[in-house]
């Protein structure tokens, strides 16, 4: 019998075979990343990664977006508070660790928006499948924050450090086609035929020889692993600084206000 999945309240984790679902569960807030997410996916991302009954890892979003990026409320109370970041940017490097560490192949089903984090996330997995419509981007700069939770490790690995950075400072968000056609992700397709799509390519995989599969992506992680441990410890801290400042207080209110940011470099 396969082992009890644990329980948590921003995740779902479902079974299907010999595929494990990871299901980010916050659609009423576009599944944005508050305390809670953030202190329950490293938790399922290191279950998934041990789960004894799973060969292939699906990780989605319910609702109409993948990941919103960070909480707005969430934001600005760490703002306010921002000893209170500190907790959160560890728990964002153990994300970024966790997904890194997980040997079985994980695939991304793009459903909606990645921003931010959200981006993170979906760029740390392996395969990417984005409906059509999706944006991804990560707009760390535009609320007057450093781009310190992944961003800076995953970005140009995938279409090299010339765009990565393009995308970085200005935070440009970019449609599916789009990030598909620079390398960013793997694949855009209709919304329609998203599901079927993910479906066939995580039945490829499961129909695959799982150690030859895990190993190799091992063996591709390694660059990852070596560059997210020279990069995350500064970015995490620089990110932590930015929390801080004058500019990021600035950042949240005109996200709140629906105005253009006006940066003074405090």
């Known amino acids: 019998m396969p082992q009890t999945l644990p329980s948590f309240q921003a995740i779902l984790l479902e079974r299907r075979g010999r595929l494990l679902v990871v299901t980010l569960n916050r659609p009423e807030a576009l599944n944005a990343v508050n305390l809670t997410l953030h202190d329950e996916l490293p938790e399922a991302l290191i279950f998934a990664g041990i789960d004894p009954d799973s060969d292939v890892i699906l990780l989605t979003g319910a609702g109409r977006a993948f990941s919103a990026g960070g909480?707005?409320?969430?934001?600005?109370?760490?703002?306010?508070?921002?000893?209170?970041?500190?907790?959160?940017?560890?728990?964002?490097?153990?994300?970024?660790?966790?997904?890194?560490?997980?040997?079985?192949?994980?695939?991304?089903?793009?459903?909606?928006?990645?921003i931010g984090l959200g981006a993170s996330i979906a760029l740390l997995c392996d395969v990417i499948f984005a409906a059509e419509g999706a944006k991804i981007g990560d707009p760390h700069v535009g609320i007057g924050l450093v781009?310190?939770?992944?961003?800076?490790?995953?970005?140009?690995?995938?279409?090299?450090?010339?765009?990565?950075?393009?995308?970085?400072?200005?935070?440009?968000?970019?449609?599916?086609?789009?990030?598909?056609?620079?390398?960013?992700?793997?694949?855009?397709?209709?919304?329609?035929?998203?599901?079927s799509e993910v479906d066939s390519f995580c039945t490829k995989l499961l129909a695959g020889a799982p150690q030859a599969i895990r190993w190799t992506k091992l063996l591709t992680n390694m660059e990852l692993k070596r560059i997210a441990g020279a990069v995350m410890e500064a970015g995490i801290a620089y990110e932590t600084l930015s929390v801080r400042s004058a500019d990021h207080r600035e950042g949240i209110a005109a996200l709140k206000e629906k105005r253009p940011p006006r940066f003074t470099g405090r």
């Open 147 to 195: 781009a310190g939770d992944g961003g800076a490790v995953i970005w140009a690995q995938r279409i090299g450090l010339a765009k990565a950075k393009e995308y970085l400072l200005t935070g440009e968000l970019l449609d599916a086609r789009r990030a598909a056609g620079i390398g960013l992700i793997n694949h855009c397709v209709a919304a329609a035929d998203l599901d």
């Open 71 to 114: 909480d707005i409320a969430h934001m600005e109370h760490n703002a306010a508070h921002p000893h209170l970041f500190d907790h959160e940017a560890r728990q964002a490097k153990r994300i970024v660790t966790a997904l890194l560490d997980i040997e079985k192949p994980m695939v991304c089903r793009m459903n909606g928006h990645a």
